[in-house]
C-alpha cells in the first residue's frame, strides 16, 4: 500500500518561500504523474502543480510563475518549490497522483502552510 508523507510547512511572512517535501512509498513511483494540492478553510481541495512520470509540468494559473514541482525519482520524492507566497496561498498542500476522481492513492496528513505577516 502506497504510503505519501508530506513535510515542509510552516509560518512564513508574505513574500517568503517554502519547499515542500512529499515521501511516496513503493517502488512504482517513477510511473505515476505526481501532483501537489491545497486545501484552504472552507474550500474544496484543487491541484495546484503536477508533474508527469516524464518531468512535464502544469500549473494552476493561481501560483503559475511562482511555485515550480519537481520530482526525484531515486528518492520516490516530490517536491514544491513556493515562492513568492502570498495569504491566499494558505492552505493545507497535499501530494497525490492525480486522477480525474481525484488521487489515486489514499491521502495522506499533509503539511500546513501559513503566510501572514
Known amino acids: 500500500q502506497v504510503q505519501l508523507v508530506e513535510s515542509g510547512g510552516g509560518l512564513v511572512q508574505p513574500g517568503g518561500s517554502l519547499r515542500l517535501s512529499c515521501a511516496v512509498s513503493?517502488?512504482?513511483?517513477?510511473?505515476?504523474?505526481m501532483g501537489w494540492y491545497r486545501q484552504a478553510p472552507g474550500k474544496q481541495r484543487e491541484l495546484v502543480a503536477r508533474?508527469?512520470?516524464?518531468?512535464?509540468?502544469n500549473y494552476a494559473d493561481s501560483v503559475k510563475g511562482r511555485f515550480t514541482i519537481s520530482r526525484d525519482n531515486t528518492k520516490n520524492t516530490v517536491y514544491l518549490q513556493m515562492n513568492p507566497l502570498k495569504p491566499e496561498d494558505t492552505a493545507v498542500y497535499y501530494c497525490?497522483?492525480?486522477?480525474?476522481?481525484?488521487?489515486?492513492?489514499?491521502w495522506g496528513q499533509g503539511t500546513q502552510v501559513t503566510v501572514s505577516s
Open positions: 497525490n497522483a492525480p486522477l480525474p476522481q481525484g488521487g489515486r492513492f489514499s
Open positions: 513503493g517502488s512504482l513511483f517513477r510511473f505515476h504523474d
Open positions: 508533474i508527469s512520470s516524464g518531468g512535464s509540468t
